[in-house]
């Protein structure tokens, strides 16, 4: 019973990332509506499609204030309207500005749900399936991404206003992940950090009746540590952790995701691809992203984060150099890229995509978990935003031969990151991973 209860409140809080991308992709289906509608100039329309983006960085950079003040619960609800009135603004918006700021909302709820959802899951998960657990936001955002593509299909042509439907459709599942909230407790281990001891402790007896005085021993001595040292997150003895959480989340995004994702069109183009390009990126990309985060997550917590990377980076710097290779050599053959692209999306998905929220969310001690988890996940929106807007201008001044070499590059560095400073997390207490990583 304990294990359902558990598995239930995660699936509701993996909800947040289900609207985290079907959010980020549904605008996909409606921006040239929105365009000839308003009547928008190019750098008005560009600005229109990263206003979300914008959000994003800020809700995940200070994500991190209402998970410690209001609890991991309250913010998530407050998440949870926020997808709600950006839907339902977005689709309702009578002109261009409105749209911004609801869109803008929308990002809001997006940047705060990647460092509160993989937060709370981490602390109301046993340690034996913690990976698994945490892995189902991941899931759910590849999930979301791969619903908005199908949503906007089925609702293209219906009306003239058809990209309204799309936009709005996603209230449903806001209301739905706003009303399961009300059946998810609070976080253990903030209610123990604020004091509230009974509380934590029956929420704690839930998740593992047998351990539950062990458990509650651990975080009160982690509370009492943490008491007499430094809050700040810059504070040396949290320097292990904040390393590995900007370096994880700085490796994620120089791999060249985003990158790839966003510009597959065009990456194809270059390879003297034509109209099935955005079948190729859209379709095939989704669909390989989706299987093997499913993949991933299902044993990331048997095999380990490590063993997931190491298999991951080998297999990123394989198909990033064959694609540097065809670009120097101009041998494309009739699928060899969009090949090595989904070989590429498939060795991600089951590495940096399905440890990333899990890894950054348990390295971090009680304390300060909101605000690492917020430092790791602004790391990686701004470096998702710094390469989404430079990968243009890099594959047309050095080519596609160099730039996919640089991504290539980057990767050899991941998995000499990996081997020499990726500790293992797999089956290990929160508290027994800060008793490895924090210095006393």
Excluded at 162 to 187: C, D, K, N, T
Excluded at 415 to 437: A, D, H, N, Q, Y
Aim: aromatic share 12%; proline share 4%; with cysteine.
């Amino acid at each position: 019973m304990s294990q359902r209860k558990v598995l239930f409140w995660s699936i509701v809080t993996a909800l947040g990332g289900f609207l985290f991308g079907f959010d980020t992709a549904v605008i996909s289906g409606a921006e040239k509506a929105i365009q000839q509608l308003w009547h928008l100039s190019a750098v008005e329309h560009g600005f229109t499609i990263s206003i979300a983006l914008i959000g994003t960085v800020l809700g995940a950079i200070f994500g991190g204030i209402p998970s410690d003040r209001l609890g991991r619960r309250q913010t998530l609800r407050w998440i949870a309207v926020l997808y709600l009135v950006s839907a339902v603004g977005a689709a309702l918006a009578p002109s261009w500005v409105p749209f911004l700021v609801f869109r803008f909302l929308g990002g809001l709820g997006v940047g705060a749900s990647s460092v509160t959802a993989p937060l709370y899951i981490s602390e109301i998960s046993p340690a034996k399936s913690r990976g698994k657990l945490v892995g189902l936001f991941q899931f759910n955002i590849v999930f979301g991404i791969l619903v908005a593509y199908l949503s906007n299909y089925l609702l293209a042509g219906v009306g003239e206003n058809s990209w309204r439907l799309m936009l709005g459709v996603q209230a449903v599942p806001s209301i739905a992940f706003l009303l399961f909230l009300f059946r998810v407790p609070e976080s253990p281990r903030w209610l123990l950090l604020h004091g509230r001891v009974e509380e934590g402790r029956e929420v704690l007896r839930i998740v593992n009746p047998d351990t539950v005085d062990d458990d509650v021993a651990a975080i009160l001595a982690s509370q009492a540590h943490a008491a007499e040292q430094s809050e700040s997150l810059w504070s040396p003895q949290y320097r292990t952790p904040v390393l590995l959480a900007v370096a994880f989340a700085f490796f994620n995004q120089v791999s060249g995701i985003n990158a790839i994702i966003y510009y597959a069109p065009r990456i194809f183009e270059m390879t003297g691809k034509g109209q099935e390009a955005a079948l190729l990126s859209s379709a095939g990309i989704g669909l390989v992203n989706f299987i093997f985060t499913l993949l991933g997550v299902n044993v990331i917590d048997r095999f380990g984060r490590r063993t997931l990377m190491f298999v991951g980076s080998v297999g990123l710097i394989i198909t990033l150099g064959l694609v540097a290779r065809a670009f120097y050599t101009q041998q494309f053959g009739t699928l060899l890229v969009p090949g090595l692209l989904f070989g590429y999306i498939a060795f991600f998905a089951f590495s940096q995509g399905a440890v990333i929220w899990v890894f950054i969310s348990e390295i971090f001690p009680n304390a300060v978990r909101a605000k690492g988890q917020a430092l790791g996940s602004s790391t990686h929106w701004v470096m998702a935003t710094v390469i989404a807007f430079t990968f243009p201008a890099f594959a047309d001044k050095l080519g596609g031969g160099h730039t996919f070499a640089i991504f290539c590059g980057m990767m050899v560095l991941q998995l000499i990151f990996v081997w020499r400073f990726m500790p293992e997390t797999k089956g290990t207490s929160l508290e027994g991973v800060e008793r490895t990583l924090v210095m006393h």
